[in-house]
């Protein structure tokens, strides 16, 4: 295998850490929809998922939609996000998904939220964002 196949199959060290799973929607529909595994690795006493992990699975999944609609020439700087945590997540698949609320010259308004493999929400964000120019690669 050549080492630009090799690199473009592994996922990137953020995803990898955050279970990514597989990207079912980039956004490119108008939404994000992402699958990551939660695994026991992300999790704190009694098998519940750290926060942290809860809000970066719903943060990445409004990541890739903005850059999506965006045509790849924004990448969002968080100015703020609020996440509601409904349910504890446990280890098992974890359905992200995002939608822009309102897309302006240079801030956007995202909402998102995560479920389990049931269907159950499990939390839900909304996130004010800077819309930064995306640098050129070379």
């Known amino acids: 295998m050549s080492a630009d196949l090799e690199h473009a199959a592994k996922p990137h060290a953020l995803s990898a850490t955050l279970g990514l799973e597989r990207v079912v929607d980039h956004g490119e529909s108008g939404r994000a929809v992402i699958h990551y595994r939660a695994r026991p690795d992300h999790c704190h006493s009694g098998g519940i998922v750290q926060g942290g992990f809860v809000t970066g699975w719903i943060d990445a999944a409004m990541a890739h939609l903005v850059m999506a609609q965006t045509n790849f ?8 996000i ?10 098992g698949l974890i359905v992200a998904e995002a ?5 302006g010259r240079s801030t956007a308004f995202l909402e998102g939220h995560i479920r389990n493999e049931q269907g159950e929400v499990l939390a839900k964000a909304s996130s004010t964002v800077r819309l930064v120019p995306m640098k050129k690669q070379a």
């Open 99 to 103: 939608w822009i609320e309102r897309l």
């Open 82 to 91: 609020k996440v509601s945590f409904l349910r504890s997540a446990a280890p």
């Open 73 to 80: 020439e924004f990448s969002p700087l968080s100015l703020e």
